[in-house]
Every structure is written in structure tokens, then in C-alpha cells.
T-cell receptor, first 115, second 111 residues
Framework: DAGVTQSPTHLIKTRGQQVTLRCSPI?????VSWYQQVLGQGPQFIFQ???????GRGNFPDRFSARQFPNYSSELNVNALLLGDSALYLC??????????????FGNGTRLTVT | RKEVEQDPGPFNVPEGATVAFNCTYS??????FFWYRQDCRKEPKLLMS???SGNEDGRFTAQLNRASQYISLLIRDSKLSDSATYLC????????????FGKGTRLSVIA
């Protein structure tokens, strides 16, 4: 079975641009979460979606937005990119709405570099 | 106080050694606890959940001390393949709330 897939794997953008990252969860998983991981830090929670509804939002500015589609795939959008947005963006899927009730399965991530 | 705190290491240990990592969390209402493993430039993967009574999975033992709000991971008979960053993970509050990751503890097992 396919795991969590993310695209693209790498991306280079300039300051001020906008970026869209994509994620497909494991088949049968209805929950998708997005995390940002800066080098040397642990993953930081950005959003969680379950059944197309936002279930949680981390401490990120409004430049960050996301949505989940009827097939449970998800997109993360970041507007007006800043140098500090350079990070590994991880998508995780799980079978339950709560992150504490079932393991998170992470994709390989999208490495975003903002120049 | 940070929500989840870990010693970043690195811990450099010889093969066969026993090594222990500790992690503290700030919110006494947290109910779910995990250890994830992350290899260099890879995604985190669940190593084990941590239960109140403590639990063991082969060479790995996890303990939870609610009174002191810390979690531990013990690795016995370290293998070269255990070299990775170990992330302590706690849910933010009780119930279905987001998971909070520590910065991770880096382990290098040396031949």
C-alpha cells in the first residue's frame, strides 16, 4: 500500500512569492496534519483537517492556509513567503480525528527554500 | 517553560551500550505520549507509544512519570542502526488535541 505522498519533494522560491504543497494520505485515512520542521528543531504543528473540516490550527500567521478535498488529499498554501519559511514541510495522516489516538504516518516532506 | 523539553545531545555511545533519554512536558493535562525516531533528512516515524504502566518493545523501554511530568526512553544493547534523532511527543492538552514535538535528542552509536 502507498504511504503518505507529498509533492513536490523540493522547491525553491523567492521572497514574496506564493507556494502550494500537496499531500495524499494513506488510503482510508481521513485526517491530515501539516507540520513545519526547521533545521535543528522538532516539527511544529500548523493545521489538522478531518473530513474536510479544520480541526486544529497552530501558532502560524494567516499567510498559511490549508484545505482538504473530498478524496482526503490536502493542500498547504503559504503566501508572501519570507526567508524564515524555509523548512521541511511534513504532512501526516492518521485514521482518527484526534492525533493522540492513533499514530501519525508522515510523508517524506517537501523541502522549501526561500531566497 | 517549553511545552516539551529534551536534551539535544548528541549522545555518542559504543555498540552494545545502554543509553537513556529523558523528556519533560509542561501541561499536566496531557494524556498521550510517544517516542518518534527521525533519521537524517527523513520523516519522523513512530517508535513506540508510552503507557502509564511503562512498556517495552524489544530493546526499547519507555516510562512515564506523571507526577514529575517526564518521559524516558531506554535503549539496551545499542546497534549502529539505532543512530538517529529521537523525538519526544506529547499531546497539547487532554483529548483530541495536536501533538507537540520536542526538538529531539541525537544519538550516535559508534562501532
Amino acid at each position: 500500500d502507498a504511504g503518505v505522498t507529498q509533492s513536490p519533494t523540493h522547491l525553491i522560491k523567492t521572497r514574496g512569492q506564493q507556494v502550494t504543497l500537496r499531500c495524499s494520505p494513506i488510503s482510508g485515512h481521513k485526517s491530515v496534519s501539516w507540520y513545519q520542521q526547521v533545521l535543528g528543531q522538532g516539527p511544529q504543528f500548523i493545521f489538522q483537517y478531518y473530513e474536510k473540516e479544520e480541526r486544529g490550527r497552530g501558532n502560524f500567521p494567516d499567510r498559511f492556509s490549508a484545505r482538504q478535498f473530498p478524496n482526503y488529499s490536502s493542500e498547504l498554501n503559504v503566501n508572501a513567503l519570507l526567508l524564515g519559511d524555509s523548512a521541511l514541510y511534513l504532512c501526516a495522516s492518521s485514521s482518527e480525528p484526534g492525533q493522540g489516538n492513533s499514530p501519525l504516518h508522515f510523508g517524506n516532506g517537501t523541502r522549501l527554500t526561500v531566497t | 517553560r517549553k511545552e516539551v523539553e529534551q536534551d539535544p545531545g548528541p549522545f555518542n555511545v559504543p555498540e552494545g551500550a545502554t543509553v537513556a533519554f529523558n523528556c519533560t512536558y509542561s501541561n499536566s493535562a496531557s494524556q498521550s505520549f510517544f517516542w518518534y525516531r527521525q533519521d537524517c533528512r527523513k520523516e519522523p516515524k513512530l517508535l513506540m507509544s508510552v503507557y502509564s504502566s511503562g512498556n517495552e518493545d524489544g530493546r526499547f523501554t519507555a516510562q512515564l512519570n506523571r507526577a514529575s511530568q517526564y518521559i524516558s526512553l531506554l535503549i539496551r544493547d545499542s546497534k549502529l542502526s539505532d543512530s538517529a534523532t529521537y523525538l519526544c511527543v506529547v499531546n497539547k492538552y487532554s483529548g483530541n488535541t495536536p501533538l507537540v514535538f520536542g526538538k529531539g535528542t541525537r544519538l550516535s552509536v559508534i562501532a
